[in-house]
């Protein structure tokens, strides 16, 4: 059972389901999540016109720390940063003393929802420098989002793909006459629509085949082979046993959530490991459920068995969170989110080294970000130093000591 309130917390912050200027009628609730994310949105550019005049990135060498380098961690050496990026050397460098510490490439969750400001900056205190927005709206609001100089660098998909009477929608208070899209045939303009409006890639809900009101598997294909056409990936909502068949069907590149109805079987690995599909298991919103008595024992059991199964099969695990604005326990906080999210799938059997690739070398490169994810020369300098030891125990990823975000280093790191 993925639960009502599951697929509430989905639609709402993602808050974004319906507005479209090629599409017409918007509902009450659309008309007003559209107008509130109007006004975020000039709010959040009013304060990166602030940011603009002040951060510029120095040269920095940091010293006395251990580079995690995405499989092991290296003997105590320093890490140069120049204009944004890791460098070889950097003569005349302000030197920091890491103090033994480990530094990490930028944590990247690979699922989230952002709407403010403020969110950014709970990301950047809590080493997270890239968020993948799974769904935004409207546009504005994405792109208002976007180049905060000292701030988590942000990629987003604009609206996801879903029908009029889908769950998705209803459950946000759209009303049918809200077009999203009904047939195979609007899948290039829909695509089209949110590549226009900034999106780097593209988000499809598939639900259950018992809500006959979903997208079908022909417009689900089409969707996909219409992204693909321009070069964008695509990213699935699959929170059930047959929607990750209709995802793997289409041909998606990353299947989100889990099952938590039936685990994923060798049917299906055997699928994931075929097509390359990688898997974005958010098993943070499904831990938030649990603890909301959304999701039962057992549909926490079938996430986690899931992602474990997934780990054994060889598919590559992203760390994503699902975080939203809401307040807890509703939605997994920013940023803090992130690190239970390793912690979740060391618990579900990822190796501590496979957690910490989950959220930076695989994210990196399964986002096409390939100017970062690991700790060399020629990278964004997004880094996170923390004390202790990540491989000997994950929750060390908490003891954050400093971030620096293209080189900007974020004053005010969290105490987890
Ligand atoms: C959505 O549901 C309404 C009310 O049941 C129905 O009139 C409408 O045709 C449905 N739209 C689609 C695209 O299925
Ligand atoms: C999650 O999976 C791991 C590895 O299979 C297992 O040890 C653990 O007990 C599982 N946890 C839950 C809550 O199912
Ligand atoms: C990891 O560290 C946390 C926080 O200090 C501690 O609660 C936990 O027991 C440790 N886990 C292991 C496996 O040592
Ligand atoms: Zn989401």
Redesign the pocket.
């Known amino acids: 059972m993925f639960s009502f309130l599951a697929i509430f917390i989905t639609a709402l912050s993602l808050a974004e389901s319906a507005y479209s200027c090629s599409h017409v009628g918007h509902p009450g609730a659309a008309r007003r999540l559209y107008q509130e994310g109007l006004e975020i949105a000039r709010m959040n550019n009013i304060r990166r016109g602030n940011q603009q005049t002040t951060s510029a990135a120095k040269s920095i060498a940091i010293t006395n720390v251990r580079v995690f380098d995405g499989e092991k961690l290296l003997p105590l050496n320093s890490v140069y940063i120049a204009g944004g990026i890791i460098v070889p050397y950097a003569e005349g460098a302000e030197v920091v003393d890491g103090n033994g510490g480990v530094l990490l490439s930028g944590l990247i969750d690979a699922h989230t929802h952002p709407a403010s400001v403020a969110h950014l900056e709970v990301f950047a205190s809590n080493g997270v420098t890239t968020a993948i927005v799974a769904s935004c709206f409207p546009a504005t609001l994405c792109n208002s989002l976007l180049n905060h100089a000292g701030l988590p660098d942000v990629r987003f998909s604009g609206l996801f793909a879903t029908?009029?009477?889908s769950t998705h929608a209803l459950m946000f208070g759209l009303l049918?006459a809200t077009q999203i899209i009904?047939s195979a045939s609007q899948a290039p303009g829909f695509v089209a629509d949110q590549l226009a409006s900034g999106a780097t890639f593209i988000k499809v809900i598939a639900e259950a085949p018992d809500f006959a009101?979903t997208l079908d598997q022909a417009t689900t294909n089409a969707l996909v082979t219409s992204a693909h056409a321009n070069h964008l990936c695509v990213a699935c909502h699959a929170a059930d046993y047959a929607a990750v068949g209709r995802a793997l069907t289409a041909h998606v590149n990353q299947a989100h959530h889990v099952p938590t109805d039936t685990p994923l079987d060798a049917a299906l690995l055997a699928r994931f490991v075929a097509q390359g599909t990688v898997s974005v298991p958010t098993l943070s919103i499904f831990a938030t459920f649990l603890a909301i008595g959304q999701i039962d024992a057992a549909g926490y059991v079938a996430a986690n068995t899931s992602v474990t199964r997934l780990r054994a099969a060889g598919v590559p695990v992203l760390a994503g969170t699902d975080s939203h604005d809401l307040p807890a326990p509703f939605a997994p906080p920013f940023g803090s989110s992130l690190h239970a999210e390793l912690e979740l799938l060391v618990q579900a059997g990822l190796s501590t080294v496979e957690a910490l690739r989950s959220a930076t070398v695989l994210a990196a490169q399964h986002n096409l970000l390939f100017d970062r994810g690991v700790v060399a020369p020629g990278m964004r300098a997004d880094l996170l130093l923390i004390s202790g030891d990540p491989i000997a125990n994950i929750s060390a990823t908490r003891n954050i000591q400093r971030v620096w975000i293209a080189g900007v280093e974020y004053a005010g790191v969290a105490t987890n």
């Open positions: 029908t009029p009477n049918p009904t009101t």
